[in-house]
C-alpha cells in the first residue's frame, strides 16, 4: 500500500467506529482504538505511581553498604516479597505462611467449603492493584509472572496479618514457637530493607479478614489502615512497651511498607521532643551539685598551668583531634561534658509503640546549657544492629544523605571509640545491655554499625548540625583542651582518686599556710 493510501486510512479512522478494509488489511478501529487508550491509561497510571514511590522503592542494599555487615539485610526465616522468594534456605518459612493462612482463612470460616471463595477474594483484592504494588520493586526484582506475583503477595500478606494479630490477641503460635528462634528472627526479618510488601496490599487484606474476637473494639474503633499501622507498632514494641493507643500516626497512603512505618515514627518522635523542664527544688538541687563538683575540681585546676607545659606535643589535644573531628564520650566528659538519658517531656509526649530497643524517645540528642547532653537509651540485644542497619539502608535507597538515624549512628559511633567511652554512657543508663555484653563487647557494636553510616559528608544538614557544631567548639576552647589533656596523660584510673586526694591536700595546706602568714 502506497503512503498516500496509508495516510487516507489513517484519516478515515475517526469516522468509521466498526472495521474498515483497504485492498488485503482490514482495520477494527473501535477494538484498536480502546485497546490502545486502555494500554497508555495503565502505563500513565504505572508510571505516576513509579515516580511517586521512587524514592522509597524497595530494592536490593547495594554492596558498597552491605560489605560489612551482609547477614543483616538477608531473612533467617521467612521471606516477604520478591527479593528473598527464592532463597532455598527459607523452606521453612515457606510451610509456616501456609500453615497461617490456613489459620487466618479457618478461624473466620470453619467450613472448608468456603475456604476457596475466600482465597478468591484475596486474590482478586491483589490483582486489581498487581501493577500498583509491582512499581515498588526494580523491575529486575519482580520478574516473575503476574499469577506467581499475585499468589506471593496473598500469601505474605496474609502471614504478617495473622502474626501481628496473634500477638495482639495473646494466641500462641505453635508452629512459630516449634522452629528454634522463630520468634526472635521473624521480629527481625519482619523489618528488613528488601523484605517488604506495599502497605497498602496489607490494608487491602485485613478489611476482609475476620478478626478474633478478642479483637473487635479495635475493629470497630479504628479503620482499616489505622488499626494496620496500630498493630504493626503494637508488635514492635515489644512485651513491655506494647500500647494501642498510638499517637502521631503518618496518613496511610503515605506509607510504603512496615519498614517505612517504624523509620517515620522514629523520626517524628524525636521532633516533638524537648528535655523536660526542671522544678524548682530540683534546679536548687542540682545548683549545689555543680558547685561542690567545681569545689572538688579547684585543686585539680591549679595544677593545670604546671603540668600542661612540660606535656609532650605528641600527647597534646591537636594531636588527636582536628578542628572538624567530634570528641570521643571519655574526652567530653573530660571537658566537662555531662551525659543524660533523654526522657519525656510535657512538651513534646513521645508516641508510644515504637521498637523498644530505641528507647522511649527515640533519636532526641540535645545539648542543653552548654554542657548537658541528653541522649536516647539505646538497648543492645540481637535487634539492634538489624534493626539500625535497615534503617539506614532505607535512608540510603530514599536519598537522605543526611537521614536521620544515620546521624544518630553516625554520632554514637565516634563517642563510643574504646571500651573506656562505653562505660561513660553505660553509667550514663545511655547504653543499656540486654545480656552480658563487655564495653569491649558495646565498643565493637558501635564500629561494626558506624561503619554502614553515610551521614558523615551531609551531617551539617541533619538535625544533629547545631548540637556538632556546639561540641566542636567546645572541644577547641583552649582551657577545657588543657583540662582534658592534663586528665588524660596524668590522672587516670586507678590514680585519679589518689591524685584528686594528693591535689585537694595540697590546696588546704597551701590554704592553710597562706592564713598563717596573714596572721603572723
Not at 547477614?71 to 534456605?89: E, F, M, N, S, T
Not at 512485651?239 to 494501642?244: I, L, Q, T, Y
Not at 567530653?332 to 551525659?339: I, S, Y
Not at 563487647?441 to 544538614?461: N, Q, W
Request: charged fraction near 20%; hydrophobic fraction near 45%.
Amino acid at each position: 500500500m502506497s503512503t498516500r493510501m496509508h495516510g487516507d486510512l489513517l484519516l478515515q479512522m475517526s469516522f468509521w467506529p466498526a472495521a474498515m478494509a483497504s485492498d488485503d488489511i482490514t482495520v477494527h478501529v473501535e477494538s484498536l482504538a480502546r485497546r490502545l487508550t486502555q494500554q497508555q491509561e495503565d502505563a500513565a497510571a504505572t508510571e505516576q505511581h513509579r515516580i511517586m514511590v521512587n524514592a522509597l522503592r524497595v530494592s536490593r542494599v547495594p554492596d558498597h553498604v552491605r560489605v560489612h555487615n551482609e547477614d543483616a539485610y538477608r531473612p533467617g526465616l521467612v521471606a516477604i516479597g520478591p527479593l528473598h522468594a527464592a532463597d532455598k534456605r527459607l523452606r521453612a518459612g515457606y510451610r509456616l505462611k501456609m500453615a497461617y493462612l490456613h489459620s487466618l482463612i479457618s478461624r473466620g470460616h470453619s467450613d472448608p467449603a468456603r475456604h476457596l471463595a475466600v482465597i478468591e477474594g484475596y486474590i482478586r483484592l491483589v490483582a486489581a492493584r498487581e501493577r500498583e504494588a509491582r512499581a515498588m520493586y526494580a523491575a529486575e526484582d519482580v520478574d516473575i509472572s503476574a499469577e506467581d506475583f499475585i499468589q506471593m503477595l496473598v500469601l505474605d500478606g496474609c502471614f504478617i496479618i495473622e502474626h501481628l494479630v496473634n500477638v495482639a490477641a495473646s494466641v500462641e503460635e505453635a508452629s512459630l514457637y516449634a522452629t528454634p528462634f522463630g520468634p526472635a528472627q521473624l521480629s527481625i526479618d519482619l523489618v528488613l530493607a528488601e523484605n517488604q510488601i506495599p502497605f497498602f496490599v496489607l490494608v487491602d487484606l485485613i478489611n476482609s479478614t475476620r478478626l478474633p474476637e478478642e479483637l473487635n473494639t479495635w475493629a470497630t474503633a479504628y479503620q482499616p489502615a489505622e488499626l494496620l499501622m496500630k498493630l504493626v507498632l503494637y508488635y514492635l514494641a515489644g512485651e513491655k512497651g506494647r500500647n494501642m493507643n498510638v499517637v502521631g500516626l503518618p496518613a496511610a497512603n503515605d506509607v510504603c511498607h512496615i519498614l517505612h512505618l517504624l523509620h517515620a515514627m522514629v523520626t517524628a518522635a524525636r521532633t516533638r521532643w524537648e528535655p523536660p523542664q526542671r522544678h524548682q527544688d530540683a534546679a536548687a538541687l542540682e545548683m549545689m551539685q555543680e558547685t561542690a563538683r567545681l569545689l572538688r575540681r579547684l585543686p585539680l585546676l591549679l595544677l593545670v598551668p604546671l603540668l600542661y607545659p612540660i606535656l609532650p606535643e605528641d600527647s597534646r589535644w591537636r594531636a588527636s583531634y582536628g578542628r572538624e573531628d567530634l570528641p570521643s564520650a571519655s574526652d567530653l566528659k573530660r571537658m566537662w561534658v555531662r551525659f543524660k538519658k533523654a526522657r519525656g517531656g510535657s512538651t513534646g509526649k513521645a508516641p508510644a509503640g515504637i521498637a523498644s530497643v530505641l528507647g522511649p524517645v527515640p533519636l532526641a540528642v540535645k545539648l542543653a546549657h552548654e554542657d548537658r547532653l541528653h541522649l536516647p537509651q539505646l538497648r543492645i540485644d540481637f535487634r539492634t544492629a538489624p534493626l539500625l542497619l535497615n534503617l539506614m539502608a532505607f535512608e540510603q535507597s530514599a536519598d537522605q544523605r543526611a537521614g536521620d538515624v544515620s546521624a544518630y549512628v553516625w554520632l554514637m559511633a565516634k563517642l563510643v571509640q574504646l571500651p573506656e567511652d562505653a562505660g561513660v554512657l553505660v553509667a550514663a543508663e545511655v547504653v543499656q545491655s540486654a545480656g552480658s555484653e563487655s564495653k569491649e563487647d558495646i565498643a565493637r557494636f558501635f564500629k561494626h554499625v558506624g561503619a554502614a553510616s553515610e551521614a558523615a559528608a551531609e551531617l551539617e544538614k541533619s538535625y544533629l548540625g547545631v548540637t556538632l557544631n556546639k561540641l566542636r567548639e567546645r572541644s577547641q576552647h583552649p582551657l577545657f583542651m588543657m583540662w582534658a589533656d592534663v586528665q588524660r596523660n596524668y590522672f587516670t584510673v586507678p590514680w585519679a582518686v589518689v591524685a584528686e586526694f594528693v591535689a585537694f591536700i595540697t590546696f588546704i595546706s597551701t590554704i592553710l599556710q597562706t592564713y598563717g602568714s596573714f596572721k603572723h
